[in-house]
Nanobody
Framework: QVQLVESGGGLVQAGGSLRLSCVVSGRFFENYGMGWFRQAPGKERILVSAVSYSGSRTYYEDSVKGRFTISRDNAKNTVYLQVTSLKPEDTAVYYC?????????????????WGQGTQVTVSS
């Protein structure tokens, strides 16, 4: 059984930073792409960043480019999202998800396992 557990969220002031972590249980973590989504109240869940199985390919949604960095440690079955220069509009629940393939698409339907989410709140 594959389980994803996120941590690292919290309340920060605008301009602050956090590092989100997602530990994935189960085998063959290194074979799958991984993504971080976020969902703000009343809005749809969107992909903010993703990484391929090897880490060689990454994606960032336009609003987070230059501020967020995704990485993975296949030896630790963990994917990270370093979030910096946070803005109030970054406030959301952040979800980690596993892609159905070694790569990724921007569609939530192409991710098959999800974590429970971690809240990030940015105060102005």
């Amino acid at each position: 059984q594959v389980q994803l557990v996120e941590s690292g969220g919290g309340l920060v002031q605008a301009g602050g930073s956090l590092r989100l972590s997602c530990v994935v249980s189960g085998r063959f973590f290194e074979n799958y792409g991984m993504g971080w989504f976020r969902q703000a109240p009343g809005k749809e869940r969107i992909l903010v960043s993703a990484v391929s199985y090897s880490g060689s390919r990454t994606y960032y949604e336009d609003s987070v480019k230059g501020r967020f960095t995704i990485s993975r440690d296949n030896a630790k079955n963990t994917v990270y999202l370093q979030v910096t220069s946070l803005k109030p509009e970054d406030t959301a629940v952040y979800y980690c998800a596993r892609s159905v393939s070694a790569g990724f698409t921007t569609f939530a339907s192409s991710f098959d396992f999800w974590g429970q989410g971690t809240q990030v709140t940015v105060s102005s």
